[in-house]
């Protein structure tokens, strides 16, 4: 049996799990969020989707990949989040018609 046995596949579902909860966040900021304060928003939804990440990779008890299968979950949730900002920096730019 090889090293490579022994590496276990991050779960899919557990990641996308945190993928959409950043998503839905980031969108539900864009709908209600005022002004400039939906940005200080999409910060507490980052942390929330972190500890959410923490939680649920924790809470399969795998120790192997644990760090792969965390970062790949908040990479993920910072290019969403990120993605929403931009989109969301360029439509305050614009004038409202």
């Known amino acids: 049996m ?3 046995d022994q590496v276990a596949l991050p779960r899919r ?4 799990v945190v993928w ?3 998503l839905v966040a980031a969108i539900l900021i ?11 928003w999409l910060a507490v939804a980052l942390a ?9 990779q924790l809470r399969g008890g795998r120790k192997t990949g644990f ?3 965390v970062t790949i979950s908040i990479a993920g949730s910072v290019v969403i989040l ?6 969301m920096g360029i439509g ?4 409202a018609a």
Do not use: C, E, Y
């Not at 864009?30 to 200080?40: L, Q």
């Not at 305050?92 to 004038?95: A, D, E, M, S, V």
């Open 67 to 69: 760090i792969d299968r």
């Open 2 to 4: 090889s090293q490579f």
């Open 20 to 22: 959409v909860v950043a």
């Open 92 to 95: 305050k730019l614009l004038p």
């Open 13 to 16: 579902r557990d990641i996308v």
């Open 30 to 40: 864009w709908i209600f969020a005022p002004g400039v304060s939906a940005f200080s």
């Open 48 to 56: 929330v989707v972190t500890m959410l990440s923490f939680v649920i």
């Open 82 to 87: 990120g993605v929403m900002s931009a989109l």
